[in-house]
């Protein structure tokens, strides 16, 4: 599914290039549920963002689902995230202004799809998640648990081949977390959804099939759960 070769992000600090990520050698398939984890400014979010086409690299070649995202323009890359990627934030995210709702459906409104079919679409997803009875309010109105599956249900909205979550459960109590990782789980093996989260959890990672520790903008170890 994807394919990362020798890829490197640097800043300029005070003239010296400081590598965040470097020299970056990964590959994913189709189907994988991966945790990144490793210390604090170790790279995980830049090495999330880069997978996920938000971030460009400085250096190196990037391939997903067919296309050598290296080569692309900006509006290329955003149209292929569109495409085929949803991405869960640690604080959500959601549109304050908008009800769960209008959030859950505002991806399909992007890719122009009727609103018959949203419609139907949002109503399946509230359905799945339980969470009919809060369509109609807003996001302040919901619990932090409430709140990320309604983030994760925009995100897989539009049935994107590829997850992204970046620590789903950090703003979580352990039960809501423990939710979230089932529902991750489930969604990995009966949908087929392939899934890359960064987690400081262990008990988090043991959801997954592989695990790759990052240190200072290296990949220190990999390892099958
Ligand atoms: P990010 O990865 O998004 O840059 P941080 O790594 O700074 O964010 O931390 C994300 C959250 O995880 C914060 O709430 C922080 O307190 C917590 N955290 C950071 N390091 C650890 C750790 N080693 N073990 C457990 N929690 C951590
Ligand atoms: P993690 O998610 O593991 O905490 P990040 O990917 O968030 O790590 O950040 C890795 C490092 O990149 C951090 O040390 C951070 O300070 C640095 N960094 C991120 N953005 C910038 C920037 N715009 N300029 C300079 N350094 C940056």
Redesign the pocket.
């Given at each position: 599914m994807l394919s990362l070769k020798n890829i490197s992000k640097y800043?300029n600090?005070g003239g010296a290039k400081?590598y965040?990520l470097n020299k970056i050698d990964l590959e994913i398939d189709g189907g994988e549920f991966v945790s990144i984890m490793?210390?604090?400014?170790?790279?995980?979010?830049?090495?999330?963002?880069v997978i996920g086409l938000l971030d460009a690299p400085s250096e190196g070649y990037h391939y997903f689902m067919g296309e050598a995202v290296h080569q692309l323009k900006e509006k290329q890359r955003a149209a292929l995230y569109k495409a085929n990627i949803g991405f869960v934030f640690q604080a959500y995210h959601l549109i304050d202004e908008l009800t769960v709702y209008e959030n859950i459906e505002t991806p399909l409104i992007y890719q122009d799809v009727k609103s018959g079919e949203r419609k139907a679409l949002v109503a399946d997803i509230l359905d799945r998640f339980n969470i009919v009875g809060k369509k109609d309010l807003f996001p302040a109105q919901l619990s932090g648990g409430q709140q990320q599956l309604v983030g994760i249900a925009r995100a897989l909205i539009a049935k994107p081949k590829l997850l992204l979550a970046?620590e789903p459960t950090g703003n979580l109590n352990s039960k809501q977390g423990e939710e979230i990782m089932e529902l991750f789980r489930k969604l990995n093996k009966e949908d087929g959804v392939t899934i890359i989260q960064?987690t400081h959890s262990e008990k988090n990672a043991e959801f997954g099939s592989r695990v790759i520790n990052?240190l200072d903008?290296k990949i220190d170890s990999s390892r099958q759960v």
């Open positions: 800043y600090v400081t965040v490793g210390p604090s400014g170790s790279g995980k979010s830049t090495l999330l963002n970046d960064v990052l903008g």
